[in-house]
């Protein structure tokens, strides 16, 4: 099992960057595919990024690629999204999500734990 807290969302203006954090605890971080979420207001939550349980291998959604970049730290159970230039329509709860599996993937429902969310808020 493992538990998710995410870290590091705020308000910031067009062009602004932030960096996300997700502290988990359990001891199966380290073999965990782990993904960033997100929530806009009356949308689906969608698919930001994927990152490996060695961290060798990302992947990212075609909104965030070029500007967002997912790491992670296995030592210190922690996993990163960092956001560069943001824009208004990346205005969304953020959400961590730990995979159930091995294989990289951006379907919601492969992501069996999941934090509490932490707000983004991008003003133009």
């Known amino acids: 099992q493992v538990q998710l807290e995410e870290s590091g969302g705020g308000l910031v203006q067009a062009g602004a960057s932030l960096r996300l954090s997700c502290a988990a605890s359990?001891?199966?971080?380290?073999?965990?595919?782990m993904g960033w979420f997100r929530q806009a207001p009356g949308k689906e939550r969608e698919f930001v990024a994927a990152?490996?349980?060695?961290?060798?291998?990302?992947y990212y959604a075609d909104s965030v690629k070029g500007r967002f970049t997912i790491s992670r730290d296995n030592p210190k159970k922690t996993v990163y999204l960092q956001m560069n230039g943001l824009k208004p329509e990346d205005t969304a709860v953020y959400y961590c999500?730990?995979?159930?599996?091995?294989?990289?993937?951006?379907?919601?429902?492969?992501?069996?734990?999941w934090g509490q969310g932490t707000q983004v808020t991008v003003s133009s």
């Open positions: 990152i490996s349980w060695s961290g060798g291998t990302t």
């Open positions: 999500a730990a995979s159930r599996g091995v294989r990289l993937t951006t379907t919601l429902l492969d992501y069996a734990y």
């Open positions: 359990g001891r199966t971080f380290s073999n965990s595919v």
